[in-house]
């Protein structure tokens, strides 16, 4: 059984790749307006893989794809729309 401080470090690896990719989605959409647009159409589909896909695991798969759409979008299945990240 893995401790809190396990899942604290999981978490924070979640956060930090999440904040990676969606620095770079920014960063290619300044050149491409076009390119956020596709990017979270991707996403999509890639959770949507995820979900059907039972090699996957779904539970940490699921939430690093959420993590990255909040970031980009402000949107959360919990809170609604917010801020984005930058």
């Known amino acids: ?7 604290d470090h ?3 690896q979640k956060s930090g790749l999440a904040i990676i990719a969606a620095c770079l ?4 959409a300044e050149g ?5 647009t596709r990017f979270l159409e991707r996403v999509a589909r890639a959770r949507d893989k995820v ?5 996957f695991d779904f539970q940490h798969q699921t939430e690093l ?3 990255v759409e909040n970031f980009l979008t402000g949107w959360s299945n919990s809170t609604g729309q917010g801020k984005t990240f930058l």
């Open 1 to 7: 059984m893995s401790s809190n401080k396990d899942q």
């Open 10 to 12: 999981v978490d924070q």
């Open 25 to 28: 989605v920014d960063t290619l």
């Open 32 to 36: 491409d307006p076009t390119f956020k």
């Open 51 to 55: 979900r059907n896909d039972s090699q």
């Open 65 to 67: 794809l959420m993590r």
